[in-house]
């Protein structure tokens, strides 16, 4: 034991004499340990930076310990809702405290017939639009052929399709404009402008109406669930938490956030019901789950320190990063672009609020 002593007070010193000199390498060394052997010595003002900087790293893992509890604890007394966006039209998940997650039925299949129908159009505009006017060019050609049989698979099946018969007709014609197009197309060998431009322009009403009925049927049915559970909550409804995912281009008009705001309220938003932004349209229902107890948590820090437990919903240097922005525009002789300032704990919709001149629907647009 004593020599296995001596022998790591040797390599500690031996390293801390190391330490001390340039990366230069050590005499006497094998050729395949002297390429990597020494080090460079670091001042004490950057020691001392590497530090203080740890501190920050070392926060996130007894943050995400602390989250642990705080979940439980939250999960335990409180309902949660997650509603999650997917390409079926969506999911929710009621976890009710004590019990196993309850996931609700999904949207009927017509949504995805309806979707995966508009998509097919937009699908060809994406082959074909890098090659517009492009004649010299046929790489084009083997990816729209392929995809020109799966249309015509499609097309022939639209009769027995389990959907309404009076919207049949709509999903024909959509289905039909396409194959022709690309019949048109691959004829020609080339794809032009004015021949795209009458493609979209014939598709464009009947593509319209199937995403009314695409939004419809998802609407009813997750108003029909969103309202089943508020009845059987009862009153532990006032103490439920919910949250929605969203990305830039769903963050406005959000389907799922929209149903859920019908049955919390006004009072709810940004408090009890929230709008997570995140990068993908999907995310897991544990990530969901991650970012609603920091909010919710984060809070009481918010209270605890600055006696306000909606300061945390906030930026924390917003606040004077806006007054920063201020003063150096007034320097630079330049006037400020900023949005007004609103109080912490302000329940406006988390979206775009400001009504303005334009079309702000499908229904607006000629």
Not at 130 to 138: E, I, W
Not at 146 to 169: C, E, F, H, N, S
Not at 218 to 241: I, P
Not at 339 to 364: E, Y
Request: glycine share 8%; aromatic share 8%.
């Amino acid at each position: 034991m004593k020599k296995m002593l001596h022998l790591a007070a040797g390599i500690l010193a031996a390293g801390l004499v190391a330490g001390t000199a340039s990366a230069q390498t050590p005499a006497n060394l094998p050729g395949y340990l002297s390429a990597i052997i020494g080090t460079t010595p670091q001042t004490p003002a950057a020691l001392a930076t590497r530090d203080v900087l740890q501190l920050n790293v070392s926060m996130f893992s007894l943050y995400d310990n602390a989250a642990k509890i705080f979940q439980g604890n939250i999960m335990a007394r409180h309902p949660i809702i997650l509603a999650l966006f997917s390409g079926a039209g969506g999911r929710m998940i009621l976890y009710r405290p004590g019990k196993p997650p309850e996931e609700a039925p999904s949207v009927p299949m017509v949504y995805q017939v309806m979707k995966s129908t508009g998509h097919s159009t937009m699908a060809i505009s994406e082959v074909v639009m890098p090659f517009v006017g492009n004649a010299a060019d046929k790489s084009w050609m083997a990816p729209l052929l392929a995809y020109r049989t799966q249309m015509k698979t499609a097309l022939d099946g639209v009769d027995i399709l389990p959907i309404q018969d009076d919207w049949k007709p709509a999903v024909k014609n959509i289905l039909g404009n396409n194959v022709a197009f690309m019949d048109d197309c691959l004829i020609k060998g080339v794809i032009t402008l004015e021949a795209l431009q009458a493609f979209a322009k014939k598709q464009a009403p009947d593509i319209k109406l199937i995403i009314n009925w695409a939004a419809s049927t998802q609407v009813k049915h997750w108003m029909g669930v969103v309202d089943g559970w508020k009845t059987s909550l009862g009153a532990d409804w006032n103490k439920t938490y919910a949250a929605s995912n969203t990305i830039y281009v769903a963050r406005q008009n959000n389907v799922l956030f929209s149903v859920l705001a019908q049955f919390f309220g006004p009072e709810a938003i940004n408090d009890r019901l929230m709008l997570i932004e995140t990068i993908s349209f999907t995310t897991t229902p544990q990530e969901m789950l991650t970012s609603m107890v920091r909010i919710i948590s984060d809070r009481s820090v918010g209270a605890l320190f600055f006696g306000n437990d909606r300061l945390m919903d906030f930026e924390l240097m917003g606040g004077d990063g806006r007054k920063t922005i201020i003063s150096e525009m007034q320097r630079l002789g330049r006037q400020p672009f900023l949005p007004p300032a609103v109080p912490f704990g302000s329940k406006q919709w988390p979206a775009l609020v400001t009504p303005g001149p334009g079309p702000t629907s499908l229904d607006d647009l000629k």
